[in-house]
């Protein structure tokens, strides 16, 4: 990929929590495509409160509207994943967005989440990551074949004499895999074209992007061509009362999302095992496929979970705090290793969109756009 660190903005629904259409496609127009490189949805049905709202918008036609409001940027999923589309089906939609965005389209995919598949009866639970790598591996027998007849026997998906036209302008078109564990970063490294996880903190991030490079080179796989990603949420204020309420929130999130890192970084206690039982999961299972209601979480079980998990050290993993604070977190995923940067905004959006209140969704738009995007551009 060319030089200097990127940024993406993730503009799915579920962050611009906004009541209706007009007042979500106004915020997407004001995008400034000089200082944002990329704009990214979440391919989602669904979601798991309070982690993540339901509110989504389908994402294909979006990304049509999308590359005709903006020139510049690249599009991309942030994910979809193997198990809603048949990859003929997948293979045509994203040729048609990288056809109307003159080759800008990036597809991220993932093995899958519970929550946006099993309450709509997909799927999803023999061999996610196996269905994936042979779902990546349909797309592009289908956009390579310069309209010739394609067939396909797998474990998943089969195809006969199927024909495929016309081929992506840019083709094949980049795939980036959200791979947060040790199977699929070695996947990423083995298949994919970029890596875009979501990671604990700087020094995990740097930890696992060693073991993407790992498979990169025992794969014999040009580095330079891969993209090293990184998606999470962002929360900036300077309220440090407000701050300590989002302190609290991802730090009910750390047993969900990262219970392999709390290992890692010296936080497990033996008896957790026992916790994590009356949750229904063991520790070395759980990922986000395991979740598909809140309502499988208890939170009092949570909280003793991460009871001794101290503050300053949540508050240090996580992409919150002051300007200056979230400037230096940024700069020190930088230094791990962080290209290119796909941020959701997780401030509240303003009750009035003519006069956005301080540190609403608005308003830390405008301090990334104006101030630390720029800052670290040029640093960077």
Known sequence: MSKGVKFGIDLSLEAYEAENWERYINFVKTVDEDVWDSLWLGDHLGGLP??????????????SIFAELKKKPLLGTAVTDPHRYHPAVMAQMSMTIDHIS??????????????????????????????????????R???????QKVSHKGEFFELKDAVFEPPP??????????????????????????????????????????????SLKRNNRDIENFTFG????????????????????????????FAKEMKLLGLWREEMRELYK???????????????SINQLDLGVVGEIVKDVPNVFVREATLMGTKEEVTKKLEKLIKSGVQHFVLMIDNDIAKDPKNPDPYTYEHVYQILTREIIPYLKEQY
């Open 50 to 63: 309070p982690i993540s709202p339901f509110k989504n918008y389908n994402v294909w036609p979006l990304f």
């Open 169 to 214: 302008v840019k083709n094949p078109i980049p795939v980036w895999m959200a791979a947060n564990g040790p199977k699929t970063r070695w996947l990423a490294g083995t298949i994919a074209d970029g890596w875009i996880p979501i990671p604990f903190s700087a020094d995990i991030y740097k930890l696992e992007a060693s073991e993407v490079r790992d």
């Open 278 to 292: 009356k949750l229904g999961f063991t520790p070395e299972r759980l990922s986000l496929l395991s979740f598909s």
């Open 141 to 147: 027998k289908l956009w390579n074949s310069q309209g």
């Open 230 to 257: 990184y998606w999470n949420w962002i929360f900036i204020h300077e309220d440090e009362a407000e701050l300590q309420l989002y302190l609290e929130l991802k730090k009910l999130s750390i047993p969900i999302q």
């Open 102 to 139: 003159n080759g800008r389209f990036i597809l991220g995919i993932g093995a899958g989440e519970a929550f946006n598949l099993e309450s709509y009866g997909f799927s999803y639970k023999n061999k996610p990551a196996s269905k994936m790598v042979e779902f990546i591996e349909v797309l």
